[in-house]
């Protein structure tokens, strides 16, 4: 079934069936792998992107159920103009091997948008879901409150 879908602010027409996984729509279909495949379970994060502006794992989406916007890694700026989240990783040296790292800022993004002042604990439980197999959890704490900061004029 033809469908269209918004994907980073421009309508895009997909063919494929209604179960297959966002995920390998948006690798595979749209060109966009920024959003990385991690476990196709919804269990590492790898695969987060934003629909209807809300965090999701991507892998767990079927294509017939997206009902709204989907932003991913490369919507939410460039290695020209970067986000504000993304200048606060890259500030607070957090990538190490970089896998984890889309899913990560989509995450964060996600939580910032609904609480521009995270504590610690806030931090921790939004990114609960987000595994970091190269353990930046500590840089990853201290981007999201630079990028908190920063979101604050501070």
Do not use: F
């Amino acid at each position: 079934m033809v469908r269209v879908i918004s994907v980073n602010g421009a309508d895009r027409q997909v063919d494929l069936p209604d179960e297959v996984p966002l995920l390998w729509v948006l690798r595979d279909e749209l060109g966009l792998t920024g959003t990385k495949y991690g476990c196709g379970v919804g269990a590492c994060g790898a695969c987060t992107v934003h629909l209807g502006g809300v965090a999701v794992r991507s892998c767990q989406v079927a294509l017939g159920d997206v009902d709204g916007p989907v932003t991913t890694i490369e919507g939410i700026g460039t290695p020209q103009d970067p986000a504000l989240i993304q200048q606060a990783w890259i500030d607070n040296q957090v990538p190490q091997c970089g896998y984890c790292q889309s899913g990560q800022i989509m995450q964060a993004a996600s939580l910032l948008a609904e609480n521009p002042a995270p504590s610690d604990a806030e931090i921790d439980a939004a990114m609960s879901g987000n595994l970091c197999r190269c353990g930046t959890y500590k840089q990853i704490r201290a981007a999201i409150h630079d990028a908190a900061r920063r979101l604050r004029g501070g």
